[in-house]
C-alpha cells in the first residue's frame, strides 16, 4: 500500500508542476500580448500625429525622382551598349583589314 502511494503521489507531484508551467506560460503570453497592445496603441497615436497628405506627397516626388533617375540610367545604359556594338564592329574590321593584308 505504501509504494501505491508513493507512486500516486509522484505522479500527483508530477501533473502539479506541469500544471503550475502551464499557468506561468499563459501569464507571460497574457502580459506579452497586452505589451504589445501598448505599443500598438503608441504607434497609433504617433501615426494620428503625423501629417499623412504631406507623407504622400513627399513619397509621390521619391517615386517620380527614382522614375527619372531610372530612366536617366536607361539611357546610359543603352548608350554603353551601343557603344560597345560599335567597338566591337570596329575591332572585326580591323582583324579582317590585317588579315587581308597578309
Given at each position: 500500500?505504501?509504494?501505491?502511494?508513493?507512486?500516486?503521489?509522484?505522479?500527483?507531484?508530477?501533473?502539479?508542476?506541469?500544471?503550475?508551467?502551464?499557468?506561468e506560460?499563459?501569464?507571460?503570453?497574457?502580459?506579452?500580448?497586452?505589451?504589445?497592445?501598448?505599443?500598438?496603441?503608441?504607434?497609433?497615436?504617433?501615426?494620428?500625429?503625423?501629417?499623412?497628405?504631406?507623407?504622400?506627397?513627399?513619397?509621390?516626388?521619391?517615386v517620380?525622382?527614382?522614375?527619372?533617375q531610372?530612366?536617366?540610367?536607361?539611357?546610359?545604359?543603352?548608350?554603353?551598349?551601343?557603344?560597345?556594338?560599335?567597338?566591337?564592329?570596329?575591332?572585326?574590321?580591323?582583324?579582317?583589314?590585317?588579315?587581308?593584308?597578309?
Open positions: 500500500m505504501w509504494k501505491h502511494y508513493l507512486k500516486v503521489n509522484a505522479r500527483y507531484s508530477e501533473i502539479d508542476g506541469q500544471i503550475q508551467s502551464k499557468i506560460s499563459m501569464s507571460g503570453l497574457s502580459r506579452r500580448t497586452k505589451d504589445k497592445e501598448k505599443e500598438r496603441d503608441a504607434a497609433e497615436v504617433e501615426l494620428s500625429k503625423l501629417n499623412l497628405s504631406r507623407l504622400d506627397e513627399r513619397e509621390r516626388h521619391l517620380f525622382i527614382q522614375l527619372a531610372i530612366s536617366y540610367l536607361g539611357v546610359w545604359a543603352s548608350l554603353l551598349v551601343n557603344l560597345s556594338c560599335s567597338v566591337k564592329n570596329l575591332s572585326k574590321c580591323h582583324v579582317g583589314s590585317t588579315q587581308s593584308r597578309m
